[in-house]
């Protein structure tokens, strides 16, 4: 069975620091990946997304970027966080069959940016 | 890309059916209907996905009208854990892989009570 993991759980970074957050997902071969973010009370907020090695698509122009150094490794990252950038950080997977596609979510990371 | 118009908060009961109603009145022939749960401080659970008629399952049913302009998603028997955020998402795959057009709005706080 596929398990996706995100790591880690929860992280408290001032503003001005990197950040990095890693998703992996097992069991499952080239994989579509996503990032997505949903701030308190909002819904999710699609930010990159990849069909594979090395294949990045922005959504929303911001100060973060995503890496996809592995088939089934997704990374976001930024130079410099901003308050703004707190909130809760999903990582999905998908298999597309024809024209359908379900995503499916991992456990998130929780990041407050003080 | 669909837009989905959802309630943004429901009341019900234990042992109640609940009915969520989602309209999409732009959806395009080749998208599918996805349900979507979420706890707090989790990542959203796949719950139940559609393309016409009606589909269940296990967890819910999902009854969709001929004009796919809306789709119904039907909790039987609810109890207090099914006190969640419920998405509807409309969308599908673009030729040669995803771009990303599964858009989550605010989704329906269901709100469940002995």
């Known amino acids: 069975s596929q398990t996706i993991h995100q790591w880690p759980a929860t992280l408290v970074q001032p503003v001005g620091s990197p950040l990095s957050l890693e998703c992996t997902v097992e069991g499952t071969s080239n994989p579509n990946l996503y990032w997505y973010r949903q701030a308190a009370g909002r819904g999710l907020q699609l930010l990159f997304y990849?069909?594979?090695?090395?294949?990045i698509s922005s959504e929303v122009p911001q100060n973060l970027s995503a890496s996809r150094p592995q088939d089934r490794q997704f990374i976001l990252s930024s130079k410099k966080l901003l308050l703004s950038d707190s909130g809760f950080y999903l990582c999905a997977w998908s298999v597309s069959r024809g024209s359908q596609e379900t995503q499916y979510f991992g456990p998130g990371t929780r990041l407050l940016v003080l | 890309l669909a837009k989905t118009t959802q309630p943004i908060s429901m009341d019900s009961y234990e042992g109640q059916e609940v009915n969520i109603t989602c309209s999409h009145n732009n959806i395009a022939t080749n998208d599918y209907i996805t349900w979507y749960q979420q706890f707090p401080s989790q990542g959203p659970r796949f719950i139940i996905q559609g393309y016409k008629t009606k589909v269940t399952n296990e967890v819910a049913s999902l009854f969709i009208p001929a004009d796919r302009k809306s789709s119904t998603l039907s909790l039987p028997r609810v109890s207090l854990s099914d006190t969640a955020v419920y998405y509807c998402l409309v969308g599908a795959l673009n030729y040669g892989g995803s771009q990303g057009n599964l858009i989550f709005g605010k989704g329906t706080k269901l709100s469940v009570k002995p």
């Open positions: 990849s069909v594979g090695i090395g294949q």
